[in-house]
């Protein structure tokens, strides 16, 4: 059964900073995967998603890449802003044509 | 209007009440989905509609009915409901069913039964 692990569940940095999010599945044969952005009591913003011919897209101040070796991807954000907080959403989908969600990291960006 | 979207926003309703609740997309999407998302649980997908036709039901409970009438409106009709069934419920569209495309929700029905 496939799970979907993401990694830290909170995280809090100074604005500007760099950081990276992390999302790992439990069954590496992952055929799309997508980074979602949810704001509290909101819907699903759809931030990217990597195909299964792609390894990696980019938006702005955001970058996901995903190692199909090892079923990991990560959500790099670049110089960070207050309104970056937020909860991050991973999916995959894999061989069953699901799509599995993680449990999300929230994140805050301190001014 | 464009993307998707939810209605009523907000819904409190008794154990015996019958409503329903409302998705519409403006996308021109063939498959739509209805999502679950309880507090410290991941989104659990509830059913899959791929041109109007219901093409999955993850052993859903019979309280929740769904309908799909055409491609772009997907309801949920909500009966003797238990307080456990309090959550954020998410419509989502996408191309098509086959997860190869972007996924497009809209934002969201909370749902508190009382």
């Known amino acids: 059964k496939q799970e979907v692990t993401q990694i830290p569940a909170a995280l809090s940095v100074p604005e500007g900073e760099n950081l990276v999010l992390n999302c790992s599945f439990t069954?590496?044969?992952?055929?799309?995967l997508q980074w979602f952005r949810q704001d509290p009591g909101k819907g699903l913003t759809s931030l990217l998603l990597i195909q299964s011919s792609q390894r990696e897209q980019t938006s702005g101040r955001l970058n996901a890449s995903l190692d199909k070796s090892s079923g990991r991807s990560t959500l790099y954000i670049a110089a960070s802003q207050p309104g970056d907080s937020a909860t991050y959403l991973c999916a995959g989908s894999g061989n069953t044509g699901k799509l599995i969600f993680g449990q999300g990291t929230t994140l805050q960006v301190k001014p | 209007e464009t993307g998707v979207t939810q209605t009523p926003r907000h819904l409190v309703m008794g154990m015996t009440n019958k409503k329903s609740l409302k998705c519409e997309q403006h996308?021109?999407?063939?498959?739509m989905y209805w999502y679950k998302q309880s507090a410290k649980k991941p989104l659990e997908l509830m059913f899959v509609y791929n041109f109007k036709e219901q093409t999955e039901n993850n052993s859903v409970p019979s309280r929740f009915s769904p309908e799909c009438p055409n491609s772009s409106h997907l309801f949920l009709h909500l009966h003797t409901l238990q307080p456990e069934d309090s959550a954020l419920y998410l419509c989502a569209s996408s191309q098509d069913r086959g997860y190869t495309g972007e996924l497009f929700f809209g934002e969201g029905s909370r749902l508190t039964v009382l």
């Open positions: 996308l021109g999407h063939n498959a």
């Open positions: 069954d590496s044969a992952i055929y799309n």
